[in-house]
C-alpha cells in the first residue's frame, strides 16, 4: 500500500530533464563557437540548430512545471499516509488499551457479576471495532490489486441495503428507526461483497458524521436506461463543495488526525469510489436542501460490466444445452 511508485515519475522526470539540460548547453556551445566563426556554411548550421535549442527549451520549462506537479502530489499523498499512519495507531491503541485494562481489572480484583457482564460487553465491542479496522484495510488492498472473492448473483438490492443498515445502526447501538429506508423492491446482478462494501461505508459515514440526534435517510429508485440510484441523506455539518472530489482519495480525511472525536481511516469513500466506478456506475456528493446535511448518490447499471463479462464467460463455457441455458439466465436480469 506504501508502494514508491507515485516517486517514480518524477525521478525519471528529472533525470530526463538533466538529459535536455546537458543536451541543450552543448548546443548552446556550438551554436556560440559557430557564431564567433561565422560563415555562410556554419550560419546555415546557425539557424537549423536555433529552432532545435528553443525545441529542447521549451521540454526542459514543460518538464520542470511537470515535475513540480508530481512533487506536489507525492507530498500531498506522504502526507495523507502520515495522516493514516497517525488514524491507524489511534484506532489500534484505543480499543488495545481498554481490553488491557478491563482484563487487569479482572485478574487483579473480585468485580461483581454485573460489572463483569458489562467489562466483557465493552471488550467484545473493542474487538468487533479493531475487526472493522482490519477488514477495512484488507479490502482496500484487495481492490487495489483487483481480488475480490465471489460469484456474481442476483441481489435483492432494497434487502441489502436494509442489512447494511440494521448492522450499522447495531455497531452504534442506534435503534433501527435512525436509518430511514425508502427502497422500493429491485434486483440486480453483481458480486455481494462489492455492493456490501460500498453501501456499508455509506451508511456507516451518514451515521457517524450525522447531527443530533443522528438521522439518515437511505432511498433506492429506478434510474435511466436500466440503471438503479440510490441517495443517501444524513443531517451532519455537511462536506464543503471545494472538498468534495478530495474525500475520495485514498488516505484523505478532513481535518488534522490529533483534532478528531471519529474514528476513521480515510480508506471508506476510496473503497466506495474504486467499486462503484469499476461496476461501470458513479458517484456525486450534494448538499442536502434546505436542512443542513450531505447527500450521497450512486448510480448503478442493473447488470454490471464486468459481470456481463463473466456471464459470458460462463456461457461459453457451458457443455450442454442445459448448461447454456442456465449461464445465459444469469445475463436476463430484470428488476422485480
Not at 51 to 64: D, E, H, I, K, M
Not at 239 to 257: M, N, Y
Not at 305 to 329: I, Y
Request: aromatic content about 6%; hydrophobic content about 45%; some cysteine.
Amino acid at each position: 500500500m506504501f508502494a514508491g511508485r507515485p516517486y517514480r515519475l518524477p525521478v525519471n522526470l528529472a533525470i530526463v530533464m538533466i538529459g535536455l539540460l546537458a543536451i541543450l548547453t552543448v548546443g548552446w556551445v556550438l551554436l556560440s563557437l559557430l557564431g564567433a566563426f561565422a560563415d555562410e556554411r556554419s550560419a546555415t548550421v546557425y539557424w537549423v540548430l536555433l529552432p532545435v535549442g528553443a525545441t529542447f527549451l521549451a521540454l526542459l520549462l514543460a518538464g520542470v512545471v511537470g515535475y513540480l506537479v508530481l512533487t506536489i502530489k507525492a507530498i500531498n499523498l506522504s502526507r495523507r499516509q502520515s495522516n493514516f499512519i497517525d488514524s491507524v495507531t489511534h484506532e489500534l491503541k484505543s480499543p488495545l488499551a481498554s481490553m488491557k485494562l478491563y482484563l487487569q481489572t479482572l485478574s487483579r480484583h473480585q468485580v461483581p457479576p454485573d460489572k463483569q457482564n458489562e467489562f466483557f460487553r465493552i471488550m467484545l465491542d473493542d474487538l468487533e471495532r479493531l475487526d472493522r479496522l482490519i477488514n477495512q484495510m484488507l479490502a482496500a488492498g484487495r481492490i487495489d490489486s483487483a481480488r475480490l472473492d465471489g460469484e456474481a448473483e442476483r441481489i435483492d438490492l432494497a434487502e441489502l441495503l436494509a442489512q447494511c443498515a440494521r448492522s450499522v445502526c447495531a455497531t452504534y447501538r442506534l435503534p433501527a428507526e435512525t436509518v430511514d429506508l425508502r427502497c422500493g423492491p429491485c434486483t440486480v446482478l453483481a458480486r455481494p461483497i462489492e455492493l456490501d462494501l460500498i453501501f456499508r461505508n455509506l451508511i456507516d459515514n451518514a451515521v457517524k458524521y450525522a447531527g443530533v440526534p443522528p438521522w439518515v435517510q437511505v432511498e433506492l429508485a429506478r434510474g435511466a436506461a436500466r440503471t438503479v440510484r440510490v441517495r443517501i441523506s444524513d443531517n451532519g455539518r455537511g462536506i464543503p463543495r471545494k472538498l468534495r472530489r478530495q474525500v475520495f482519495g485514498r488516505f484523505v480525511r478532513l481535518g488534522s488526525e490529533l483534532e478528531r472525536d471519529k474514528p476513521g481511516t480515510g480508506l471508506g469513500l476510496y473503497i466506495v469510489r474504486t467499486l462503484v466506478h469499476r461496476l461501470g456506475g458513479r458517484v456525486n456528493i450534494a448538499d442536502r436542501v434546505p436542512q443542513p446535511g450531505t447527500v450521497f448518490t450512486v448510480v448503478l447499471p442493473i447488470v454490471a460490466p464486468a459481470v456481463k463479462h463473466d456471464a459470458a464467460d460462463r456461457k461459453d463455457r457451458a457443455e450442454t444445452p442445459s448448461d447454456r441455458e442456465a449461464a445465459g439466465l444469469e445475463s436476463r436480469v430484470e428488476p422485480r
